[in-house]
């Protein structure tokens, strides 16, 4: 019992037969469950690790023809908003996975059916200490009623246009962009322009196997 992660109390408990065999189980599956909790996020800084290591060995000779510049239209979309710790992935993907699955059901219950790509894009929380405002968006043709769905619910806005964009495509887990971001990031600073807010990201494509993804990395940018 104490190999499988119980205190020396729960272990006297059970020597002591004061606890009984529904107890036991209880334990167990609490036990499981907090085992299966820690593999997952074991997981997930495993694919973070892997991530840095990528970048860091590519570091000097990341290809940067892929980048186009261009302008980015306005459109209409329905989001979900909230908080993350930090920009890095490990803080966001934990927030913006639920938002998305609240917001198509959302959409759902109201009739509301999208009309284009889920966009995600982020701005430094008010409260401040590095945390992200982190919007969970997809494109739909609604009207423009934003208070319509302040209910607990979600709301219609328009996004506005970019005037100009540099772009990028990141193929595989958003768990993965961390290279991808890197290179652009690179080639804007070595390009003549200044990055003026966080990338958004417009998911081009997303089978369920989020390997197979294609997202669009779209950083605003003026000359500097």
């Not at 186009?68 to 992935?89: C, D, H, M, Q």
């Not at 992200?132 to 769905?149: D, K, M, N, S, T």
């Not at 990338?199 to 089978?207: A, D, Q």
Request: aromatic content about 6%.
């Amino acid at each position: 019992m104490k190999d499988l992660g119980f205190t020396l109390q729960q272990v006297r408990d059970i020597v002591d037969e004061k606890v009984g065999a529904e107890e036991l189980r209880g334990m167990l599956r609490l036990r499981r469950a907090e085992l299966e909790t820690a593999m997952a996020a074991a997981s997930a800084r495993l694919v973070q690790v892997e991530a840095r290591l990528r970048a860091i060995e590519s570091e000097g000779h990341m290809p940067t023809n892929d980048v186009v510049i261009k302008s980015v239209p306005a459109i209409r979309v329905a989001e979900l908003t909230a908080t993350a710790a930090s920009y890095e992935p490990e803080d966001i993907g934990p927030v913006i996975g639920p938002l998305y699955c609240e917001l198509f059901r959302l959409l759902g219950s109201a009739g509301v059916t999208p009309a284009g790509p889920g966009v995600a894009y982020y701005e430094d929380a008010p409260e401040g200490g590095g945390r992200i405002r982190v919007h969970a968006a997809v494109q739909v043709a609604a009207p423009l009623q934003e208070g319509a769905f302040r209910d607990g619910a979600f709301r219609v806005l328009d996004l506005p246009s970019l005037g100009q964009a540099a772009t990028i495509v990141h193929r595989g887990s958003m768990d993965t962009v961390l290279p991808t971001a890197q290179i652009l990031a690179r080639w804007i600073d070595a390009n003549g322009y200044r990055s003026t807010g966080y990338p958004r990201e417009i998911n081009l494509e997303c089978p369920e196997n989020q390997d197979d993804w294609v997202t669009e990395l779209q950083a605003p940018v003026t000359r500097a």
